[in-house]
C-alpha cells in the first residue's frame, strides 16, 4: 500500500527472454554415430499410441489425425503463458554410447532435445518449419548414465506445433523399475486443519505422492509432507506411494491422524465474525485523505491494520512506530488517547494489528541478526500498543528469490527463509489467538502461476511469485491473505486467459487462483496448494483517489456472488463455491472516510 498513488508494480519480464534463449540453443555437434546394430528405444515415438510413454507439461499435449508425417497421429503442443508444451519421456540408455535423436516437426521456433546424458545436453531447433523438417542430434553417455529424457517443445507465446516420428537409435539399458512401497509412515504434528507426515526414504525414488482418503493430496520430493486443509476435530486416512521415472510403486499401509478442535478457523482467526472488514488507518503518516482517529473508525471495521511500522534502514530489520506528527496531523490523538483507543476497539471484538512495510517501508531480512532484530522490535511494538498481531505488507524489494531458488516448498533465498522463521517465533511467542495477516501485490503471488524468481534460464524479475514460499510456509500460522488487486497489471488467471483489474472479473480469476491452487510457473510437480475460503479476502482500494484498480460496489458484489454463490460470473469459470470467503480489504480506512464511506457500506449491506 502506498502512502500516495504511484505507477502500478508490474516490469514487463518476457521481452528480452525469447532472444537470449533462442541464441542459447541451436544445432549441437554430432557424437558418434549410432551402429547399424542398434535399434530405436524410443516408446510410441509415432504417437499412435496417443500420448503413452510421454508426459506433456500443464496439459499442453495431445494426439491430433492430422496433419501427421506418417501413421494415423501425430502430437500437437500448445504453448501457453510460461509453459512451452514441453512434452518429455525417459528412456533406458546403457552409459559410453552413441545415441541419434530424430523427429520429424512442423510449426515455428520447435525444439528437440536430450537431457541427464552425462556428458552435455544437446538440443536443436527450427525456427520456421511451415511443412514437415526433419531435426536430428546426437549425444554419448557418460560412463554411469543409465537413462535420459528426450524432449520437444514450442516457444512462450508462439502458435501450436506439431511433432511426429521421434526416434532414439542406440543400445537400449536395462528398463527402470517403479520404487518399492514406502514404509515407516507416521503422523507428527497435528493442529486444527494440518497433519505433518513422514515416512522412510525408498532407493531409487525420486518423488513421493501423499494420498489422504485414497485421494491423492500432493507430490513432493522429500519424504516428508504437511497435508492442509483440513477440518477440525476429524478423523483422516494417510498412505503415500514412491515414484521415478518408470512409475509409481503400491501406496503403503495407511496411517490415521485427528485433527485437533478449531482454535477458531485457523491462525488465530476464531474471534473474527464469519465475514470480516479489513482497513489500513493511516497512523504513521498524512496524506490527501487526512488524519483519521482512532477513536473514530466505525464499527463496521473488524480488523484495524495500524499503517505502517518501517525500518530504520532496509537490511537493520529494527522496526519502529509513531503516531504521526502533528506537524503534519494537527487532529492526532495523543499515545494515551491511542491507546485507549485500541483497547476500547478490542473490548468491542475488533482486532488491532501492526503493519509492517508498505510502499515505503523496504524490508530485508538478509541475515539472523536482522531476523532476530525484527523479532526483538515487532514484539516491542505489539507489546506497547498492546494489539492483536502482525501484517505483513511487504512490497517493492523487500522480497525476491535468489538464482536456483526454484521451489516454493523449500526456499534457499535468506530473505524468505529470515521471514518465515521470524514470523514463526512471534507466532510462537504470542500463541494460538495471534493474528496473522499477509497484504502481498499480485506480482508477488498470482503471477507465480506463470513465472518464479529468475526463471530456468535466468532474465526474468526474481520478485516473480516471491511470496509464495512465504504463505506456504506459514498456512497453518496464517489468519487471512488479502493480495492487493490493484496497482497491478494484467495477469493471467487458471483459464490462460489475461484479466485486468477494475471490474469483478479480475477479483474472481485472482481468487480462484487462491482457493482452488495453482501449478508455480506451469510446473505440475509444484502445486501451490489452495488456501481455505476463512482464509481469504479480497483487497481492493477504498475510492478512485487511493489506488488504481477502483472497484465500484456493483462489480465489487457481483465478484461476491460469483464466489459465494456462483452467480454473476460472467465468462470466467470458477473451480468451485466458497460461501466461507471471509470478507474484503480495503486501502484505506481514511480514503473511505474520504469518499463518504461508500466500501464499509456497501460490504455492510452485502454481508448483513
Same mark, same amino acid.
Given at each position: 500500500m502506498e502512502r500516495t498513488r504511484r505507477p502500478a508494480l508490474y516490469p514487463r519480464l518476457v521481452a528480452a527472454l525469447a532472444a537470449a534463449v533462442l541464441t542459447a540453443s541451436g544445432l549441437v555437434a554430432a557424437a558418434q554415430t549410432a551402429s547399424a546394430a542398434d535399434a530405436d528405444i524410443a516408446r510410441n515415438g509415432n504417437f499412435e499410441s496417443g500420448l503413452s510413454g510421454w508426459s506433456c507439461t500443464a496439459g499442453s499435449g495431445a494426439v491430433v489425425s492430422t496433419p501427421v508425417h506418417g501413421g494415423s497421429g501425430a502430437l500437437k503442443g500448445t504453448p501457453a503463458g510460461s509453459d512451452n508444451a514441453k512434452c518429455s519421456q525417459t528412456v533406458a540408455v546403457q552409459p559410453n554410447s552413441a545415441y541419434t535423436l530424430s523427429a520429424w516437426v512442423q510449426g515455428s521456433y520447435v525444439y528437440l532435445g536430450a537431457s541427464g546424458t552425462g556428458t552435455t545436453d544437446v538440443s536443436t531447433w527450427t525456427a520456421s518449419a511451415p511443412g514437415w523438417q526433419q531435426l536430428t542430434t546426437s549425444f554419448r553417455t557418460g560412463p554411469s548414465t543409465s537413462s535420459v529424457t528426450v524432449y520437444t517443445h514450442g516457444w512462450y507465446g508462439t502458435p501450436t506445433y506439431y511433432a511426429d516420428d521421434l526416434t532414439l537409435v542406440g543400445p537400449g539399458g536395462t528398463p527402470a523399475q517403479p520404487p518399492a512401497v514406502p514404509t515407516g509412515l507416521r503422523a507428527g504434528t497435528v493442529t486444527s486443519s494440518s497433519v505433518a507426515l513422514s515416512w522412510s526414504p525408498v532407493t531409487g525414488a525420486t518423488g513421493y505422492t501423499v494420498y489422504r482418503g485414497g485421494t491423492k493430496a500432493l507430490d513432493v520430493s522429500g519424504t516428508s509432507a504437511t497435508v492442509t486443509g483440513l477440518s477440525p476435530s476429524t478423523a483422516y486416512s494417510f498412505q503415500v506411494a514412491a515414484t521415478n521415472a518408470a512409475g509409481a510403486s503400491a501406496l503403503s499401509p495407511a496411517v490415521s491422524a485427528t485433527t485437533?478442535? =478449531?482454535?477458531?478457523?485457523?491462525?488465530?482467526?476464531?474471534?473474527? +465474525?464469519?465475514?470480516?472488514?479489513? #482497513?489500513?488507518?493511516?497512523? %504513521?503518516?498524512?496524506?490527501?485523505?487526512?488524519?483519521?482517529?482512532?477513536?473514530?473508525?466505525?464499527? =463496521?471495521?473488524?480488523?484495524?491494520?495500524?499503517?505502517?511500522?518501517? +525500518?530504520?534502514?532496509?537490511?537493520? #530489520?529494527?522496526?519502529?512506530? %509513531?503516531l504521526c506528527p502533528a506537524a503534519e496531523c494537527p487532529n492526532v490523538e495523543s499515545a494515551a488517547e491511542f491507546k485507549a483507543a485500541i483497547k476500547a476497539k478490542q473490548a468491542a471484538g475488533k482486532k488491532v494489528l501492526i503493519s509492517i512495510g508498505g510502499a515505503n517501508g523496504q524490508v530485508q531480512l538478509a541475515t539472523t541478526a536482522a531476523r532476530d532484530t525484527f523479532v526483538s522490535s515487532v514484539s516491542r511494538i505489539i507489546d506497547e500498543y498492546g494489539l492483536n498481531g502482525l501484517d505483513i505488507d511487504f512490497e517493492g524489494h523487500s522480497l525476491s528469490l535468489n538464482t536456483g531458488d526454484t521451489d516454493f516448498r523449500n526456499p534457499t533465498t535468506p530473505v524468505i527463509v529470515n521471514l518465515i522463521s521470524a514470523i514463526k517465533t512471534l507466532k510462537a511467542k504470542y500463541g494460538a489467538n495471534f493474528i496473522l495477516t499477509m497484504a502481498p501485490e499480485t506480482f508477488f503471488v498470482q503471477l507465480g502461476y506463470q513465472y518464479y524468481g529468475s526463471g530456468p534460464w535466468g532474465g526474468q524479475d526474481p520478485r516473480a511469485g516471491a511470496y509464495l514460499p512465504v504463505i506456504h510456509a506459514l498456512r497453518d500460522d496464517l489468519t487471512l491473505l488479502h493480495?492487493?488487486?490493484?496497482?497491478?497489471?494484467?495477469?493471467?488467471?487458471?483459464?490462460?486467459?489475461?484479466?485486468?483489474?477494475?471490474?469483478?472479473?479480475?477479483?474472481?480469476?485472482?481468487?480462484?487462483?487462491?482457493?482452488?491452487?495453482?501449478?508455480?510457473?506451469?510446473?505440475?510437480?509444484?502445486?501451490?496448494?489452495?488456501?481455505?475460503?476463512?482464509?481469504?479476502?479480497?483487497?481492493?482500494?477504498?475510492?478512485t483517489q487511493a489506488g488504481n484498480g477502483h472497484t465500484s460496489p456493483a462489480e465489487v458484489n457481483k465478484a461476491l456472488n460469483c464466489l459465494t454463490k456462483k452467480t454473476d460470473c460472467g465468462s470466467y469459470q470458477t473451480h468451485g463455491t466458497w460461501p466461507a470467503l471471509r470478507g474484503l480489504m480495503t486501502w484505506s480506512i481514511n480514503w473511505d472516510r474520504f469518499n463518504q464511506w461508500e466500501f464499509s457500506r456497501n460490504f455492510d449491506a452485502y454481508f448483513g
Open positions: 485437533s478442535a =478449531s482454535g477458531g478457523g485457523g491462525g488465530g482467526g476464531g474471534s473474527l +465474525p464469519a465475514h470480516a472488514l479489513v #482497513g489500513y488507518l493511516h497512523s %504513521s503518516f498524512a496524506n490527501g485523505s487526512g488524519y483519521t482517529r482512532m477513536a473514530d473508525v466505525p464499527d =463496521s471495521w473488524d480488523v484495524i491494520n495500524l499503517a505502517f511500522g518501517e +525500518p530504520t534502514s532496509v537490511t537493520s #530489520g529494527d522496526i519502529r512506530f %509513531s493480495v492487493q488487486d490493484y496497482n497491478s497489471g494484467s495477469i493471467m488467471g487458471l483459464d490462460n486467459q489475461y484479466h485486468s483489474m477494475g471490474g469483478a472479473d479480475f477479483h474472481i480469476a485472482m481468487t480462484d487462483m487462491l482457493l482452488t491452487g495453482f501449478p508455480v510457473a506451469g510446473d505440475t510437480s509444484k502445486v501451490f496448494p489452495a488456501l481455505r475460503p476463512e482464509q481469504v479476502a479480497i483487497g481492493l482500494p477504498a475510492s
